[in-house]
């Protein structure tokens, strides 16, 4: 065999090493998600049985969209639908609207030891569980705590926030946007580290202000990545945050908080109805499934780029 074709078998055998290396390298977590991803899926056989803990998920017997049937005729099915979705719409929408305007704000403060400490301060919140956070905000928002305690020096009463069926999707929404817009704006950061500054330094020529130059240059720049994570974001619509929620309701406000991922729970796991809990949470994902589809879809069409 010529010196060539040896060089050549050597290098194929060299990337196929490094491909067996890297396959090992990706085994470990090809586990954990198989085991608990792929695997629970079976339990999805639930939605369509009458499940009796005693005859097992392959001896209980098949009802077919009996428990569809049976979600739909509920009386706050819809209500707990509709309260998904005006709570995670709302968090879609804050959480790209303030996130893009504080990091605006942030790229136009001066000093680097300010603006980093001021970045770490915001972003703590995130890292914080909602057990924990949940906590902070019934101190916050109770009838003796700051916010009301603020509002009596208006001649305003005390306000049950997490008690009232007018005021809870409003705390729910902008507690997150609270523990979450600082840690959303490091992306758009990274945007705004991107746009060339002889664009502001043209503008400057020109005669524009800071104002005109954020107007005409900061946000036309930033539009792409703002679309393409809303976008991508459209897939998670009906996640309107089970920890946060859970942590925070009560049954007063079963009306207006009460969410798909909490309702699952409730149904599925504290009344023992597995099966109906099952066909809720596999209508779940199947809506997810194609929103996350269609946001792609949509996100490649409008700024030609996607997650897969």
């Given at each position: 065999?010529s010196?060539?074709?040896?060089?050549?078998?050597?290098?194929?055998?060299g990337?196929?090493?490094?491909?067996?290396i890297?396959h090992?390298?990706?085994?470990?977590?090809?586990i954990?998600?198989?085991?608990?991803?792929f695997?629970?899926?079976?339990?999805s056989?639930?939605?369509f049985?009458n499940?009796?803990?005693?005859?097992?998920?392959?001896g209980s017997?098949?009802v077919?969209?009996?428990n569809?049937?049976?979600i739909?005729?509920f009386?706050?099915s819809?209500?707990?639908?509709?309260?998904?979705?005006?709570?995670?719409f709302?968090?879609l929408?804050l959480?790209a609207?303030?996130?893009?305007?504080?990091?605006?704000?942030l790229?136009?403060?001066g000093?680097?030891?300010?603006?980093?400490?001021?970045?770490t301060?915001?972003y703590?919140?995130?890292?914080?569980?909602?057990?924990?956070?949940?906590?902070?905000?019934?101190?916050?928002?109770?009838l003796?705590?700051p916010?009301n305690?603020f509002?009596?020096l208006?001649?305003?009463?005390g306000?049950q926030?997490?008690?009232?069926?007018s005021w809870?999707?409003t705390?729910?929404?902008?507690t997150?946007?609270?523990?979450?817009f600082g840690?959303?704006?490091?992306?758009?950061l990274?945007?705004?580290?991107?746009?060339?500054?002889?664009?502001?330094?043209?503008?400057?020529i020109d005669?524009?202000?800071r104002?005109?130059?954020i107007?005409?240059?900061?946000?036309?720049?930033?539009?792409?990545t703002v679309?393409l994570?809303?976008a991508?974001?459209?897939?998670?619509?009906?996640?309107?945050?089970f920890?946060?929620?859970?942590?925070l309701?009560?049954p007063?406000?079963?009306?207006t908080?009460?969410?798909?991922?909490?309702?699952?729970?409730?149904i599925?796991m504290?009344?023992r109805?597995?099966?109906?809990?099952?066909?809720?949470g596999?209508?779940?994902?199947i809506?997810?499934?194609?929103?996350?589809?269609?946001?792609?879809?949509?996100?490649?069409?409008?700024?030609?780029?996607?997650i897969?």
């Amino acid at each position: 065999m010529s010196t060539a074709k040896l060089k050549k078998a050597s290098a194929r055998h060299g990337e196929k090493r490094e491909r067996l290396i890297f396959h090992l390298m990706l085994l470990p977590g090809m586990i954990v998600l198989a085991l608990f991803v792929f695997v629970p899926l079976v339990g999805s056989l639930m939605a369509f049985q009458n499940y009796k803990i005693g005859l097992g998920l392959f001896g209980s017997p098949w009802v077919g969209l009996e428990n569809y049937r049976i979600i739909f005729t509920f009386p706050d099915s819809i209500q707990v639908f509709w309260n998904t979705l005006v709570i995670a719409f709302g968090k879609l929408v804050l959480n790209a609207v303030i996130p893009v305007a504080f990091s605006i704000l942030l790229n136009e403060l001066g000093g680097k030891i300010f603006k980093r400490a001021f970045q770490t301060v915001v972003y703590l919140p995130h890292f914080l569980s909602w057990v924990v956070l949940a906590t902070v905000v019934t101190n916050m928002f109770s009838l003796d705590g700051p916010i009301n305690s603020f509002l009596n020096l208006f001649g305003i009463g005390g306000i049950q926030f997490l008690a009232d069926n007018s005021w809870f999707r409003t705390v729910i929404i902008g507690t997150d946007v609270w523990k979450e817009f600082g840690y959303n704006s490091v992306i758009y950061l990274a945007a705004l580290l991107s746009i060339d500054p002889g664009l502001y330094e043209a503008a400057s020529i020109d005669g524009a202000g800071r104002f005109k130059q954020i107007m005409n240059i900061t946000l036309p720049s930033l539009m792409p990545t703002v679309v393409l994570m809303v976008a991508l974001s459209l897939g998670n619509i009906l996640n309107a945050g089970f920890d946060q929620v859970f942590n925070l309701y009560n049954p007063i406000v079963y009306e207006t908080g009460d969410i798909i991922d909490t309702y699952v729970y409730r149904i599925g796991m504290v009344e023992r109805q597995y099966s109906i809990g099952a066909a809720v949470g596999l209508f779940k994902s199947i809506i997810s499934f194609v929103l996350i589809l269609g946001s792609n879809k949509l996100a490649k069409k409008l700024t030609g780029s996607g997650i897969f």
